[in-house]
């Protein structure tokens, strides 16, 4: 079996990384709470009752999901959640609204209720099915890095099809009577 070789990614070749793909740019996320500096205030907003309205929201990552839309490309994501969620999972949910509006394919895998499929596949993502970037978070959620993966893309193109055939579209999640 080869050696799988990691490769941190900077800030620039993540920012080339994640605005290169040809295709489909696609995230499996696992966190119940993701520490992210610059959405502090927001959270801190959210948390004293401030919403936004996702048929109007409009910003820089949502304009970039209409122009890949509009270029055929897709991006998407599953999240892997547990009820109750969290108040980051609730702030989170407020953008999914608007970021699935947007072109975003946004899905949730509810492991409420019944074994994860995906028991210890760490967040990823996945760009045209051929390269995979391994996310490196504390276990509060602190981001310490972005590895390149130099192995085998495989098994995450198997992990995404198993994340994709037991997770259901947010707005169904949503509408189906599971509460943000």
């Known amino acids: 079996m080869a050696r799988e070789e990691l490769t941190r990614l900077t800030g620039n070749e993540w920012k080339a990384k994640i605005q290169g793909f040809k295709r489909e740019a696609w995230r499996l996320e696992t966190l119940p709470v993701y520490r992210v500096p610059s959405e502090d205030g927001d959270i801190q907003d959210f948390l ?95 981001q310490t890095g972005r590895d390149l993966y130099d192995g085998d893309p495989a098994p995450y193109i198997e992990y995404q099809r198993i994340a994709l055939a037991e997770s259901v579209p947010f707005r169904e999640y949503v509408n189906g009577g599971h509460r943000a």
């Open 48 to 142: 004293a009752g401030q919403r936004i309205d996702p048929r109007d929201y409009s910003s820089g990552y949502t304009e970039g999901l209409r122009r890949i839309r509009e270029e055929g490309k897709c991006k998407g994501r599953v999240h892997i959640i547990r009820q109750p969620l969290t108040d980051y999972l609730r702030f989170e949910f407020m953008y999914y609204d608007a970021h699935s509006r947007a072109g975003d394919d946004i899905r949730i895998l509810d492991v409420t209720d019944r074994p994860n499929p995906l028991e210890g596949v760490p967040d990823f993502w996945l760009f045209d099915r051929s390269e995979v970037v391994l996310m490196i978070y504390e276990a509060d959620g602190t």
